[in-house]
């Protein structure tokens, strides 16, 4: 099946630990982000890619790290330097040679331990 | 500012009672707007893009509407199956990143049998 997909779907991380979630699209879309979702706020964006080997932050970025060394995979990595890291995180993907939608994966709730 | 706001915040409504809801939005450069539906624990699910004023779509229970400020979606005698949150974001041209997602904050359907 053509998607998106995320992983783990659950995490937990000590304090002081570096963790990477993985996003794995195999839509040939060009464009991926990620977005962080907590309670009461839509969705920020956190970084994104229109194009293998490059990215911009998004609104968002202290404390994350990302590469896009691959068009299919775009990982992003939580850094011991975001000192607020427990949210619920999503992925997306679209192809940038018109204006469509976005679609999304299934999500990684991060906690913190 | 780009900007989204969505109401109501929660809405709670009878098994076959339609009502609507909003989304307003300031944004320079509308690019499309988008509507999600997004169960708890999962990602977005894409239901609807607008592109202009005037325009709407339809799907089953589900009628998405633009005016210059602001989207409605309506829905037609609902079904419990239809409690989730359902999400608006914009597409602007703000800071040339054109592939930019402005989310508002949501609004929690819940429909009782």
């Known amino acids: 099946d053509g998607g998106i997909t995320q992983s783990p779907k659950y995490l937990f991380r000590k304090e002081g630990q570096n963790v990477t979630l993985s996003c794995e699209q195999n839509?040939?879309?060009?464009?991926m982000y990620w977005y962080r979702q907590d309670p009461g706020q839509g969705l920020r964006l956190i970084y994104y890619s229109q194009i293998v080997n490059d990215f911009q932050k998004g609104d968002i970025a202290e404390g994350y790290s990302v590469s896009r060394e691959k068009k299919e995979s775009f990982p992003l990595t939580v850094t011991s330097a975001q000192k607020n890291p427990t949210a619920f995180y999503l992925c997306?993907?679209?192809?940038?040679?018109?204006?469509?939608?976005?679609?999304f994966g299934q999500g990684t709730r991060l906690t913190v331990v | 500012e780009d900007q989204v706001t969505q109401s109501p915040e929660a809405l709670r409504l009878q098994e076959g009672e339609s009502s609507s809801l909003n989304c307003s939005y300031t944004?320079?450069?509308?690019?499309?707007l988008f509507w999600y539906r997004q169960d708890p624990g999962k990602g977005p699910e894409f239901l609807f893009t607008?592109?202009?004023a005037g325009e709407e779509k339809e799907k089953e229970r589900l009628k998405a509407t633009l005016t210059k400020k602001e989207s409605f979606l309506h829905i037609t005698a609902p079904k419990p199956e239809d409690s989730a949150t359902y999400l608006c974001?914009?597409?602007?041209?703000?800071?040339?990143?054109?592939?930019?997602?402005?989310f508002g904050t949501g609004t929690l359907l819940a429909v009782q049998p």
């Open positions: 607008l592109y202009s």
């Open positions: 997306a993907s679209r192809q940038t040679d018109s204006n469509t939608e976005a679609f």
């Open positions: 944004v320079s450069g509308l690019r499309g």
């Open positions: 974001a914009v597409r602007s041209n703000y800071g040339g990143a054109t592939n930019k997602l402005i």
């Open positions: 839509l040939n879309h060009d464009a």
